[in-house]
């Protein structure tokens, strides 16, 4: 089965920066991509990094935040989120999700909201 694990959030301050890790597991690890997205009090989900895939591909929608970097670790099966010059508007629960098989790059770079899979978010508070 396809498992996904979300860790690293809690409390942070304003300017402050943070890692998040996923680690996932239970499908072809030579055909995927993941990405990060979060979930604010009264609002949307919404797409917050980059997508990184299986092939070393990464694939970018032109409304990301430009303080979000997505980066991965094959051998360990785990990606990554890091947060950088934290803003009070970040606070919500993160996610990582999946897709595998890949799709074709363009529907990531098009900012994907219904990746196949879906982890348990972490919390992320941010205050001054």
């Known amino acids: 089965d396809v498992q996904l694990q979300a860790s690293g959030g809690g409390l942070v301050q304003a300017g402050g920066s943070l890692r998040l890790s996923c680690a996932f597991s239970?499908?072809?690890?030579?055909?995927?991509?993941v990405g990060w997205f979060r979930q604010a009090p009264g609002k949307e989900r919404e797409v917050v990094s980059c997508?990184?895939?299986?092939?070393?591909?990464?694939y970018c929608p032109d409304f990301v935040n430009g303080r979000f970097t997505i980066s991965s670790d094959r051998a360990k099966r785990t990606v990554y989120l890091q947060m950088n010059n934290l803003k009070a508007e970040d606070t919500a629960v993160y996610y990582c999700?999946?897709?595998?098989?890949?799709?074709?790059?363009?529907?990531?770079?098009?900012?994907?909201?219904?990746?196949?899979?879906w982890g348990l978010g972490t919390l992320v508070t941010v205050s001054s």
């Open positions: 997508f990184s895939s299986s092939d070393g591909g990464t």
């Open positions: 999700a999946l897709d595998s098989p890949a799709r074709n790059p363009r529907y990531y770079r098009s900012g994907a909201l219904d990746m196949h899979w």
């Open positions: 239970g499908f072809t690890f030579d055909d995927y991509a």
